[in-house]
């Protein structure tokens, strides 16, 4: 999540390109502020970890302590389909377990090309635009 979500969501020349955006994901980056805002303490990176463990934990208590135990499965998509097929009665399916939204595929889809070349374009002007002012007042053309 710190290399996918948080990192579009932080990025400050997100905030240039905000009007830009369309209602749906104009609201998203609201929700998600407000995520991260809220539930992480306003700093993902030194809270997030902490906040999901505790979280986690919260659950487990929550679901032994009504004696639940047994109803609840700890898994990690990257166990593949047996735990999950086990835990449900189910026969595992032909095929490797699903492996999706990786960083890459994350950054393809929820970042597009045209996202990333406003934000080059931007990213260049905010570099270009102060050196051109300072060159056209050391030589005085200002």
Known sequence: ?????YAWQSDPLNRIIDPFLSKHRYALRKLLDYIFLQFFYGNFP???KRVFEEHNQMVRDLTEGRGNGE???????????????????????????PRLHDTKEFRSHLIPERYLRVKRV?????????VLIG?????GRF
């Open 1 to 5: 999540m710190l290399h996918t979500i």
């Open 46 to 48: 030194l809270y997030g």
């Open 71 to 97: 109803r609840l499965l700890v898994f990690e998509a990257r166990e593949g389909w047996v735990p999950l097929c086990k835990f449900l009665g189910k026969d595992v399916p032909e095929g490797e377990y």
């Open 122 to 130: 931007v990213g260049m002007m905010v570099v270009i635009v102060p």
């Open 135 to 139: 060159w056209g007042l050391w030589r």
